[in-house]
């Protein structure tokens, strides 16, 4: 195909020469010199801090590199160069003969290679010259067009309009965004002991494994032979996106089967967000690059964030998780208890149950630390699980220790409703324990059943036949309505404790807390006040005839040992008895 003239424009050649020696800079310059259709603008760059940020900041037509300069291996550097420049050509210089050097450096993405040897004015301005007008034709969209997109690849054009589109979303939304640059480790020798097809098929099967780890919403792209790119919508924090990063390493650590071999191959991974990292598809693509080239000097599988206060939360989120992990089989999860007073009686109607975990090293870690992070990692279904175990054992053990009649309250998260054998394990859980049912009462807020409502639904009917009764927790929180408490086994609410302990500062609350009580009321659904912690705040509770109360007040939650002490304290057992 012949390009119009027009297209090709032969103004100032922009050139970035990447070499430790400043002489050797000045040399280049000097075969440049002097040459009709080259005026060069040249710019030195002896380390690679400088390189990126000239990459970033600065355009350039031709980048000259001197083979030693790199930061781990030579073919992720071209590859980082590649991305970071948006494919600018490389023309790469070292003392070797052509023969030996050329193919390796080529293949691993310079476009051409001279040796010094035979470097000379007319060999080096004949290479730049190429390299720049073969640019220039591949910038008009002539070209972009005609360029044919091979199997399961993403266009790059494709890839930065999706790219683009996310971002958008991101902004008007609010959210952050999260671009993920996943590269091979490497592929040249996977590549080298399969051919090129059966490595491509790899890389296929590799990128459905980690599709099958991603969320609807995250779209996966393969944008290189060796490279796959995900963007992650609407994240929160650094959790969601380490709960993908997570997948995606478990993802790779499958073995994938090419002609009867066992692989598994390592990747590096970059990550960079929006808006952390940039508003711009180029720069959080230069950056997740960046990142991602900072990863392969890690061994095997690995992961760095462009920004380095995420870096460090995701980090600690990992280590948190793989910690807790250890916490459940090493018995360093405790439950603690909080009183539950009966307003009419003044006596300890229940206790709810509170988890803690003693950290080998942290000390006492409370839940709100690390209950987000077992959601997450879905680590809360078996958490769960014990919790509602130590629950009964307790509860058997009240009994003997006199306090029959005291109820068990067990929080229960949203994440334990994906467990589709929910029911099943906790009726197998109580009828082990072999406990009075009546006295476990299971809390959950109104979000625990957004996710699945009828089966949610059916659940909490089937839990309520086995005699265990429900309570809805931090009540006026949520999108409540008490309408349709009705459709559900609730016996309970419990208003949350910001509404208590606004009490005297903002008139709203006294009307929502009145207007809890009384709906609550008409529907024959009790009331548990959270939060109580002074003298006026129960008074109040007291005058609108709220049930319970539940606070710092009367007591905070407390190990075991300690309740039955406070519990002897004031000489429940006789009262519960009667
Ligand atoms: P929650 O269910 O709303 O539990 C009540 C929280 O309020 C507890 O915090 C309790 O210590 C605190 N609290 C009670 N009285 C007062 C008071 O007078 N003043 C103040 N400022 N706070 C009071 P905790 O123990 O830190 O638990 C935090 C949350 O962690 C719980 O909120 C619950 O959502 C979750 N959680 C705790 N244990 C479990 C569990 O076993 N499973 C699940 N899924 N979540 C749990
Ligand atoms: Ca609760
Ligand atoms: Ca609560």
Redesign the pocket.
Known sequence: MTLPLETVRHDQLRLLVLTPDYADFLWLNALLAGDPDISPDSTWCPDLVDCDDLIRNAAFDVIVWNCVVHGGSESAFLQYLAVASAGRPVLAISAEAPGVRAPEVCASGASDYLSRQQLDQWSFRRAVKCLWYRGQLANTAHTQLGKGVASGFINRDLFFDRLNQAILRAQRGGHRLALLHLNIDDFRSINESFGYQKSDQLMIRLASQVRYGLRQVDSLMRIGGDELAIIIEKVEDSLNITQVIRKVISALDEPISIDGQSVVVSASLGVATYPEAGNSPENLMRRANRAMFEAKRDPGTSYRFYDRQLHISAGYQLRLEADLRHALRGKELE??Y?PRIDLASDEVRGV?????WNHPKRGLV???EF?PV??RSGL?VP??YW?IEQACKRLQESAGLGFPGLVFA????FR?FHDRKMTETIFRIIFNANVDTSLLEL?L?ESAMMHDPAYAQRCLRELNQLGISFAL??FGTGFSSLSHLQDLPISLV?I??SF??ALGKSAGAEHIIRAIISLAHSLQISVVA????TENQLEFLRQQHCDEI????YA??MPWADLVQFLNKRGQSACLQL
């Open positions: 439950l603690y909080q709810e149950c509170l988890l803690r409370g839940p709100d209950i077992a959601e809360i958490i769960g919790v067990v929080n229960l998260s334990q809390e807020t927790d931090d419990k949350d404790k208590v302990q959270e939060g109580v912690e539940q606070g710092y007040y905070r939650p």
